[in-house]
């Protein structure tokens, strides 16, 4: 019912900046939070920022002052840009987003949806 695509992942210098962007589409209603998550290997997955219905953010402590979330309603897209990266922010991030959707009968329900995830690495 509802599709998350990511991009903007890659191989960047430590020091460097990458800025990742996920659109929601689908059956949707109200898009509640918004959020990026990341995964390194042999780690559990940690939330790295969300930013809710209202605008207010919230931010990992290893991403404080570094990361910036946003978020453009009209288009259902969350983007989260990553200045002076470190080695230890490689990892798989995903995009999620919880959301009203139409469930059959049309009534709506909220439920949270992922993306498949997008390589960041952070080395030289």
């Known amino acids: 019912q509802v599709q998350l695509v990511e991009s903007g992942g890659g191989l960047v210098q430590p020091g460097g900046s990458l800025r990742l962007s996920c659109a929601a589409s689908g059956s949707i209603v109200s898009i509640n939070t918004m959020s990026w998550y990341r995964q390194a290997p042999g780690k559990q997955r940690e939330l790295v920022a969300d930013i809710t219905s209202g605008g207010s953010a919230n931010y990992a402590d290893s991403v404080k002052g570094r990361f910036t979330i946003s978020r453009e309603y009209a288009k259902n897209t969350v983007s989260l840009q990553m200045n002076t990266l470190k080695p230890e922010d490689t990892a798989v991030y995903y995009c999620?987003?919880?959301?009203?959707?139409?469930?059959?009968?049309?009534?709506?329900?909220?439920?949270?949806?992922w993306g498949q995830g997008t390589q960041v690495t952070v080395s030289s």
């Open positions: 999620k987003v919880i959301c009203a959707v139409v469930g059959v009968g049309g009534s709506p329900y909220e439920s949270q949806y």
